[in-house]
């Protein structure tokens, strides 16, 4: 998207994670889908964090001297997930040579503050340090500035990007519903314990001996045999289907095509599936704790209260009558969810703050109005 916006975007990193991930040394660079990279992958995750930290410092310098041999100095760097992305060290080296960076900050152990002094380090050391830190939640900021005990004001928010190519509602009209069809809800997700997919099942089985119903449940993951003995015990095995891993493209089409997304998960940083079904024009059932929970609202779902298989279950019937009464319009459902989390809408938000970490940097050429074709580093 920035490369698209006319940018000069180098896409540089160094993998390390462990050898469960990665099983080889490796060094590339060249462009994929319009985009130069440049980096280098070293399994050495597990490795005592200071030990990595060094090993991942050498990469990133080695990585950008090379880009500065070849005549490219970035005006800004962007870090997403700085907490995996930078080093202190490396933050350093950026404030010596001058370059302002902007970090968006995406990672679940930051919301539940499951960081180890290291890392709280690093993340001091980041908000302070950098030009722009943002968060793609309110609950993620909350907790930054909780851990490192400053004013929520300098934290931004703005949320993940959904492709709207592949996240977009039907374009055939709704099809008046008849007293025989099923009421379809979708679940999307890795299947583990925070997903909470087992209250999922519990409320599901209680609404589906009063009502005609199945679920759809799109992943895999370490619960996965355990939820299917769950269904199987509640008699739920031609009600429930487990689909396994679906592409996006799959996963837009199966939202444009069932009644409601739904979602019991206790811990999220943004809540993706939830935009994605709004931008597919589907209503949604979420948990009240939830990250997106004041953009819901009875045109586009319901919240219910966390963990509470009753409420649970009293949101399904809402939901439920409001689609069999045809309360729902997908595409208005999916016009308010562009506005707030549409590729062009976030990207305008990403990129107002470089251009003002770069026309803030004291060094920076003042008298480049124009921020397109300025060079930044992503990492």
């Known amino acids: ?95 010596t040579r001058g370059i302002p960076f902007v970090c968006m900050e995406h990672w679940s152990r930051v919301q539940t503050q499951k960081l180890n002094a290291h890392r709280r380090s690093l993340l001091k050391t980041c908000v302070d340090s950098a030009a722009s830190f943002c968060c793609v939640g309110e609950d993620l900021r909350e907790s930054v500035c909780s851990m490192i005990g400053i004013d929520r004001e300098s934290i931004r928010v703005i949320p993940n990007m959904i492709d709207e190519r592949v996240f977009y509602p039907s374009s055939k009209e709704p099809i008046e519903r008849q007293v025989a069809d099923p009421f379809t809800l979708l679940v999307c997700g890795r299947l583990v314990a925070s997903k909470s997919l087992d209250l999922i099942i519990e409320a599901f089985s209680d609404y589906s001996k009063q009502n005609n119903a199945e679920l759809l449940i799109v992943g895999d993951g370490s619960y996965r045999c355990q939820l299917e003995e769950l269904a199987k015990g509640l008699g739920l095995g031609q009600q429930i289907s487990f689909l396994g891993w679906s592409s996006p493209e799959e996963v837009a089409d199966l939202m444009r095509k069932t009644d409601c997304y739904i979602s019991a998960s206790s811990v999220e940083t943004f809540g993706t599936p939830f935009a994605e079904a709004w931008m597919c024009g589907t209503p949604c059932i979420g948990p009240d704790n939830n990250p997106l929970r004041k953009y819901f609202n009875q045109s586009n779902g319901f919240l219910f209260k966390a963990k509470d298989k009753e409420s649970l279950i009293e949101a399904m019937v809402s939901v439920a009558e409001l689609c069999k009464q045809g309360s729902y319009s997908p595409k208005a459902i999916s016009s308010a969810a562009s506005v707030r989390f549409s590729q062009s809408a976030v990207i305008e938000r990403v990129i107002s703050e470089l251009e003002a970490a770069v026309e803030a940097n004291p060094i920076s050429n003042k008298s480049e109005k124009r921020f397109a074709g300025k060079r930044i580093l992503h990492g």
Do not use: C
């Not at 540089?12 to 991930?21: E, K, L, V």
């Not at 090379?66 to 350093?92: C, K, M, N, R």
């Open 1 to 95: 998207m920035l490369v698209s916006s006319g940018l000069d975007v180098v896409y540089g990193y160094s993998d390390n994670r462990s050898i469960r991930f990665n099983r080889v040394v490796n060094t590339a660079s060249g462009e994929f889908d319009g985009v130069r990279f440049i980096g280098k992958t070293l399994p050495i995750g597990g490795l005592p964090l200071p030990l990595v930290d060094v090993i991942k410092t050498h990469s990133l310098r080695s990585e950008f001297n090379q880009l500065a041999e070849a005549g490219w100095i970035p005006d800004v760097v962007y870090a997403h997930f700085p907490l995996l992305a930078l080093t202190e060290s490396f933050v350093h080296d950026l404030k």
